[in-house]
């Protein structure tokens, strides 16, 4: 969606152009059918309640204030074709580029849409876009990218991938599907799980998250149902405990505050669930010693 000067944004989403105007508290959308209505409603995902989420968020002084100022902020249900080479596009680059890559790549080889008097383009199909070369990509901006991009398509379009059946097992097992893709790694896995296939357990680690983590480390409580080879709980096994989180988010193993095994300070640790929640300190819900 493109902002315009009257307020209003522009864009296209599968596949249709359309205005979108908000008067108080209306939403109109100019060029939608009646029959699109549930569409829009899923699209903009407007049957969740954001006024709970954000009460519930908002018993935490730092959230609220993150909540202020991303005001209005969705998840939107976004095609997940779409979404999966965005993403691969998105990988060490920057929004100007992906916006630009992502137009140049609907311009060569998505449908024309005449809308208001002006041309737009649908985003191409697995079908339109099998027939791009690495080559032909590259001069769309996508950059090194491009391989990956031809690869997964290919799978895609020749049904050696298909992204409804990722979509329809647990968002782990999505993970693992997805990572096998050439150019989706942890944080891009992550993203086109959360961004396209429901899955709101998911959650993308990038620079700025890992920063943030790194300063807001201390206002993280940690819940955990097994802990394994700690001897003792003192200040040690706090610090065990605050640089294995640390490392957790360092080192992106999953993208997300799920992890299975592994060692940290020559200690080994097996973590069945983890759930992060704020508060001003890291407190052990429940620790079993092996």
């Known amino acids: 969606m493109e902002s315009k000067e009257d307020g209003s944004y522009v ?3 599968y596949g249709r152009a359309v205005r979108i105007i908000q008067k108080d508290k209306d939403v109109y959308i100019k060029g939608g059918r009646i029959n699109d209505k549930e569409f829009w409603e899923y699209y903009f995902d407007l049957k969740r309640d954001y006024g709970y989420i954000k009460d519930e968020l908002s018993r935490d002084e730092i959230l609220k204030e993150a909540i202020k100022y991303g005001e209005g902020i969705r998840i939107l249900n976004q095609d997940m074709f779409e979404i999966v080479v965005s993403f691969i596009i998105s990988a060490n680059n920057r929004i100007p580029m992906i916006k630009r890559a992502v137009e140049n790549i609907s311009k060569r080889y998505g449908k024309e849409i005449n809308f208001e008097e002006n041309v737009y383009y ?3 199909t697995p079908e339109e876009l099998s027939k791009a070369s690495v080559k032909e990509l590259e001069e769309c901006g996508v950059g090194f990218r491009a391989p990956y991009i031809v690869d997964t398509v290919s799978k895609i379009y020749k049904g050696e991938v298909n992204l409804d059946y990722i979509k329809g097992k647990n968002t782990d097992d999505a993970f693992r599907e997805l990572t096998k893709l050439k150019g989706i790694g942890p944080k891009v896995a992550d993203c086109i799980l959360l961004f396209s296939m429901q899955k709101y357990d998911a959650f993308p680690v990038d620079v700025w998250v890992k920063e943030l983590c790194s300063i807001f480390i201390l206002h993280l409580m940690l819940a ?30 999953k993208g997300r505050m799920h992890f299975k095994e592994g060692t940290m300070q020559n200690k080994k640790y097996y973590i069945v669930e983890a759930t992060v929640l704020p508060e001003v300190f890291i407190k052990v819900m429940e620790v079993k010693s092996f």
């Open 224 to 253: 955990l149902t097994k802990y394994v080879n700690l001897e003792e709980i003192n200040l040690n096994f706090m610090l065990v405990l605050h640089s294995s989180i640390y490392f957790i988010m360092q080192e992106n193993l």
């Open 122 to 124: 649908s985003f191409p």
């Open 11 to 13: 864009g296209v989403a």
